[in-house]
């Protein structure tokens, strides 16, 4: 490819002389020139440096990464150099954008590609805050990997079987749930930024920050909107207020902005194993079952600024998060009052008394298999009836090697098929 350069005409600064308000028009200018060179997603920013007359771009054809991360030719060193490859790329497009000269420099080579270099009215300033704006501004015109993150999904039960009319009242409700559990969490001091799309009967739903807590933060965002969702639907009359699934989990997944009206939207899409994942789990959920992956975080030790953070799988995850649910006490859900909420995996009890959670194995239809466990949640409500979500251990499939022995040794796993296998419903594993 040809080098290319845009000079931006000095006519168009603002007119405010202040440093502040010249940097943001620098801003303004960087996004137009940028948008014009994406052409409608056409082409992805890969990553970006400053340079003396304003900034280069690694810019590549949104094709270009699938392309380079297969597989090339029929060597026995072709797998190797796939795997490579899209372990560099994925590297590339995770976390900041921003590159110093020599590395952009070592990309523009090994990726065969030749920089774009805008030139600004004024140089692009250092401070961070500019900084962090254009990376946003970088992102919302690429792909970015992010390597772990924790997910929601929400999926109505048997929702093409509503009326038109129904749906449209199931999925505000749903909803609602959502942005009253956001305002729930504000009232606790918890201010998160949390993104959702639209399954068509559900929501994928996640926290914008990647910081550790967010996992925490999302979990109890979680617990609200089940508990709203539920105690409106003990008060609904008719199909007005959806039955769901929901699982949890944490995952890899990829990043993107659509394009609507010829911009790429302030929003942004998600897919990858964790959608996969989740989607895959709630094919075997049953109505009001939520399902929580069998998946490995870092948490920080307490809400305290600084705290270390502490590597925790799905099980010690559940133990520390519900070990600290006295601030939902207190709490008006859908006009009820929140005494406690008991939040655990369902399990079994050995020869030792010990409790042991039961882990699930979940095989799609392509045969390839996730764990989850099953998840409980007690809402206490004051003068009123105590609200349980999730199913009773009792309902769900048992393992034959748990039977007659102490499972204070070895995990229960049974294994869930799909309705569309020649396979039982629910087998055990064996």
């Known amino acids: 490819m040809a080098k290319q350069e845009v000079i931006l005409p000095k006519n168009l600064l603002a007119k405010n002389t202040g440093r502040g308000h010249a940097q943001q028009g620098n801003l303004r200018f960087l996004e137009k020139a940028i948008h014009e060179r994406w052409a409608l997603g056409q082409n992805i920013v890969l990553c970006w440096a400053p340079c003396r007359s304003g900034i280069d771009l690694l810019m590549a054809p949104h094709y270009f990464l699938g392309a380079y991360a297969a597989a090339q030719g029929e060597d026995v060193n072709a797998d190797r150099r796939a795997e490579e490859n899209s372990d560099y790329i994925r590297e590339l497009i995770s976390n900041r954008r921003q590159m110093k000269p020599e590395q952009f420099r070592r990309a523009e080579q090994k990726l065969q590609l030749q920089r774009t270099s805008l030139k600004l009215p004024i140089p692009l300033s250092e401070e961070p805050h500019i900084v962090s704006q254009v990376e946003d501004i970088v992102k919302r015109h690429s792909i970015s990997f992010v390597p772990s993150r924790a997910v929601l999904l929400f999926d109505i039960v048997d929702f093409t079987l509503f009326s038109p009319f129904e749906q449209t009242s199931q999925l505000t409700s749903l909803s609602y749930s959502l942005n009253s559990a956001y305002n729930k969490l504000q009232q606790m001091g918890i201010d998160i930024d949390f993104r959702r799309t639209t399954t068509g ?127 939902f006490k207190g709490l008006v859900l859908s006009d009820e009052e929140v005494v406690a ?73 049974t294994t869930l098929y799909p309705k569309s296998r020649q396979s039982p419903d629910i087998t055990e594993e064996r």
Not at 224 to 241: E, F, H, M, Q
Not at 313 to 324: G, I, M, P
Request: charged share 20%; hydrophobic share 40%.
């Open 201 to 327: 009967d559900g929501f994928y739903v996640w926290v914008r920050s990647l910081e550790a807590i967010s996992t925490i933060h999302l979990f109890q965002f979680m617990l609200l909107s089940i508990a709203d969702n539920a105690i409106a639907k003990r008060k609904s009359v008719g199909n007005t207020v959806p039955v769901i699934r929901t699982g949890f989990h944490v995952g890899s997944h990829y990043e993107f902005y659509q394009a609507e009206a010829l911009n790429p939207t302030m929003n942004s899409y998600i897919v990858g194993e964790v959608t996969i994942e989740l989607a895959r789990m709630l094919d075997l959920a049953q109505a009001g079952q939520i399902f929580v992956g069998d998946f490995k975080a870092q948490i920080p030790t307490s809400n305290r600024d600084g705290a270390y953070l502490i590597d925790v799988d799905a099980q010690k995850f559940l133990e520390r998060v519900t070990r600290n649910l006295e601030g």
């Open 341 to 413: 909420i008991h939040a655990y995996l369902t399990g079994e009890t050995g020869i030792s008394a010990g409790q042991v959670a039961r882990r699930f194995k979940i095989t799609d239809k392509h045969g390839r298999s996730r764990y989850a466990y099953n998840l409980r949640c007690n809402i206490h409500i004051k003068n009123s009836k105590t609200i349980i979500m999730g199913l009773q251990d009792y309902y769900l499939p048992r393992s034959s090697r748990s039977q007659g022995k102490s499972l204070a040794d070895e995990k229960a796993i």
